[in-house]
């Protein structure tokens, strides 16, 4: 499966967001496989919310 530019751009946007949150809640020093589950599920919320916006000239709808 190849990815677009867009698709990529999105994934690296998602990444970036998963890092920081991941670094977040490790920085904790008291946390659970579920806590790092939900600070994946966290960061979605940047690239859907960049996603949506059909002005996003990077990656949002009817940018491609």
Known sequence: MKL????QQALL???????AAVVAVIATLDYTLEDLAKAFIAALIPPVLRWINPNDPAF???SE
Do not use: E, P, W
């Open 4 to 7: 677009s530019k867009t698709q």
């Open 60 to 62: 949002g709808r009817g």
């Open 13 to 19: 946007s998602y990444l970036r967001s998963a890092i």
